[in-house]
């Protein structure tokens, strides 16, 4: 028989399935409990404590160790999931980013093993389509943007207060360019009721012109803390 692929899983599951490993480690009176295990999952960082928590402080019974295996694994299918999905946003802005700057395509792509334009090409597209698929099929797009409404507006807000110091982190040049670009982008979409794909494109395009090794980090620690944020929300 054939395996069914793994549903898709959301935050609020993998939230779900710690809260259950959290109630067996409670009902079981477990001594470490309170070392790492956050009381509740609200972010990505939660859900890795808790994974990191589950494989380290094993002094319960096997009874109940057995018991957690079901949500221990629902949490690390959400791990692969997210983390294979931020990879591919990742290779794909990559990929864009060499499209739109002119850069020849074999110099980007030959450290992944493309070694022609073609396949560069191929890759590009296949990635754009398996995202667009995510999204359109699986109905995660919309539910995702409203769940993350307020961060987004807050990393939108950052961009356009401090748009022209964070445009000279940027050497001049078309990358500075582009983000001056994505940054007013952002500013336009951003007065719609709810948030769109095209205003998060934006946003996390413009967060992703700021990472570190491609923009110098910024003078203020707190506007440095969240663009660190934004790209471990969007990216």
Known sequence: MADKPAPRYKLQ???????EIRKLRVEARDPDLDVSFPVEVRDDDDVD???????????VTPLVLGAELEFRSTLL??????????????????LEA??????????YGAPMGLRS???????????????????????????????HVVELRGLADLLIDHRDELL???????????????????GALMSTRRPTMDFCGA???????????????AADRAVREQLAQGLRLLW
């Not at 395009?205 to 700021?210: D, E, H, N, S, T």
């Open 13 to 19: 599951d993998a939230a779900k399935a710690a809260a």
């Open 49 to 59: 404590a808790v994974v990191e928590y589950a494989h380290r402080h094993r002094r």
């Open 77 to 94: 299918e959400y791990q692969r999931q997210r983390d294979t999905d931020r990879h591919e946003r990742r290779v794909l802005a990559m």
């Open 98 to 107: 060499g499209r739109q700057l002119g850069v020849r395509p074999a110099v």
């Open 117 to 147: 334009r073609q396949a560069v090409y191929h890759r590009r597209v296949t990635l754009a389509a398996r995202t667009s698929v995510h999204i359109s099929d699986e109905g995660r797009a919309q539910e995702w943007l409203d769940e």
């Open 168 to 186: 000279l982190l940027v050497d001049d040049g078309p990358a500075r360019e582009k983000l001056a670009n994505d940054i007013d982008n952002a």
């Open 203 to 217: 946003v996390a395009y413009a967060i992703f012109g700021l990472r570190p090794g491609a923009a110098r980090p």
